[in-house]
Nanobody, 119 residues
Framework: QVQLVESGGGLVQPGGSLRLSCAAS????????MDWYRQAPGLQRELVAA???????HYPDSVKGRFTISRDNVKNTVYLQMNSLKPEDTAVYYC?????????????WGQGTQVTVSS
């Protein structure tokens, strides 16, 4: 089992920055990939950043160059630095962890943190 707790959301003006954090507990040693997703009202949840255990990253075009995902394996924490924020970045952001234990894959989710970009 893995528990994920996000923090760092809030209200920011367009062009501003926020950093989200996600702390993992329970069995963090079993985590391979960690990801950030977001879901805006009426829309499907979408991936915004992913990082492997080795540090390889992936971003969709919508956030590439503005968002940066990083990972501290000692603190079992993943971060999402968001710069040049736009109103369309407004959403609930979720941290997710992917594990494979005894050949069985599992995905865990945090509770989500609200990010609102507005003047």
């Amino acid at each position: 089992q893995v528990q994920l707790v996000e923090s760092g959301g809030g209200l920011v003006q367009p062009g501003g920055s926020l950093r989200l954090s996600c702390a993992a507990s329970g069995s963090p040693f079993s985590i391979s990939n960690m990801d950030w997703y977001r879901q805006a009202p009426g829309l499907q949840r979408e991936l915004v950043a992913a990082i492997t255990s080795g540090g390889s990253t992936h971003y969709p075009d919508s956030v590439k160059g503005r968002f940066t995902i990083s990972r501290d394996n000692v603190k079992n924490t993943v971060y999402l630095q968001m710069n040049s924020l736009k109103p369309e970045d407004t959403a609930v952001y979720y941290c997710s962890a992917f594990t494979v234990v005894a050949g069985i894959p599992n995905r865990y989710w945090g509770q989500g943190t609200q990010v609102t970009v507005s003047s």
